[in-house]
C-alpha cells in the first residue's frame, strides 16, 4: 500500500526494549484538503533509518504494510490493535507533489448566448 503526502512529524528512535527499536512518521494526507487526516506510520529495527532524512514539511510518497495484532489481557477478554509499518519512504520533488496534488484542469465555460441562431441547420 501506498500515499502521498506532506510530513507533519518524525519522531526520535525509540528504544522500546534492549533489541528492539522504533520510530514513527505522522503524514497529513489531503485528500479533502478541507479535512485533512494526519496518519501514522510505524518502522521498525534497521527501518528507522529510513527517516533520517525526512524533514517536517516534506512532500513524501510512503509504502507500508497494514499490520493487526490479537493480545488477550489477564481477564481473558481480547483486544485488537492495527499498525502501518512503514517499509519505504520516498522524498517528492517539487514537481511530482504539485502534480499530485493539483487539482483538475477543467474546460472554460463556454458563452451559449455567442451561440447561432434559429437559421443553424441542427436538427434539435
Given amino acids: 500500500m501506498d500515499i502521498k503526502g506532506k510530513v507533519h512529524e518524525v519522531s526520535e528512535v525509540i528504544e522500546v526494549t534492549e533489541k528492539f527499536r522504533k520510530r514513527e512518521l505522522v503524514v497529513e494526507f489531503a485528500e479533502n484538503p478541507q479535512y485533512p487526516e494526519y496518519v501514522k506510520f510505524e518502522a521498525i529495527q534497521d527501518r528507522c533509518s529510513l527517516m533520517d532524512n525526512i524533514k517536517v514539511g516534506n512532500d513524501v510518497e510512503v509504502f507500508f504494510n497494514l499490520k493487526g495484532r490479537k ?8 483486544q485488537f490493535f492495527n499498525t502501518l509499518q512503514l517499509w519505504k519512504v520516498n522524498v517528492l520533488s517539487a514537481s511530482e507533489a504539485a502534480a499530485s496534488n493539483s487539482t483538475p484542469a477543467y474546460a472554460a465555460p463556454v458563452d451559449i448566448s455567442a451561440a447561432p441562431g434559429e437559421d443553424d441547420d441542427l436538427p434539435f
Fill in 71 to 78: 493480545w488477550t489481557d489477564k481477564n481473558g477478554k481480547d
